[in-house]
Nanobody, 115 residues
Framework: QVRVVESGGGLVQPGGSLRLSCATSGTILSADAMNWYRQATGQEREWVAGMTTGGQFKYADAEKGRFTISRDRAKMTVYLRIDSLKPEDSGIYYC?????????WGNGTLVSVSP
């Protein structure tokens, strides 16, 4: 079994910061790749950042400079830090882990940026 759990979302004022967590557990040593997606109200889910199968950190062009990925191998967790939060950052953030060629989704964590 593979489990993916996101956490760290919440209500934040513009300009603030959040660190989202994507923790994996189960019959794995580590995920081959982990990616973050955001789905805003009324919009399709879109990729925003992730760690590739080669261990490289990638970001959507619009998020570069504000989004930062880090990894804790011991905890099998990938973090997404978002700085200078904007209202358009709001949405449900989902984590997708790729393990042995299969994708596993978490249930998301809600980020709401408003005054």
């Amino acid at each position: 079994q593979v489990r993916v759990v996101e956490s760290g979302g919440g209500l934040v004022q513009p300009g603030g910061s959040l660190r989202l967590s994507c923790a994996t557990s189960g019959t794995i040593l580590s995920a081959d790749a982990m990616n973050w997606y955001r789905q805003a109200t009324g919009q399709e889910r879109e990729w925003v950042a992730g760690m590739t199968t080669g261990g490289q950190f990638k970001y959507a062009d619009a998020e570069k400079g504000r989004f930062t990925i880090s990894r804790d191998r011991a905890k099998m967790t990938v973090y997404l830090r978002i700085d200078s939060l904007k209202p358009e950052d709001s949405g449900i953030y989902y984590c997708k882990a790729r393990v042995r060629g299969r994708d596993y989704w978490g249930n998301g964590t809600l980020v709401s940026v408003s005054p």
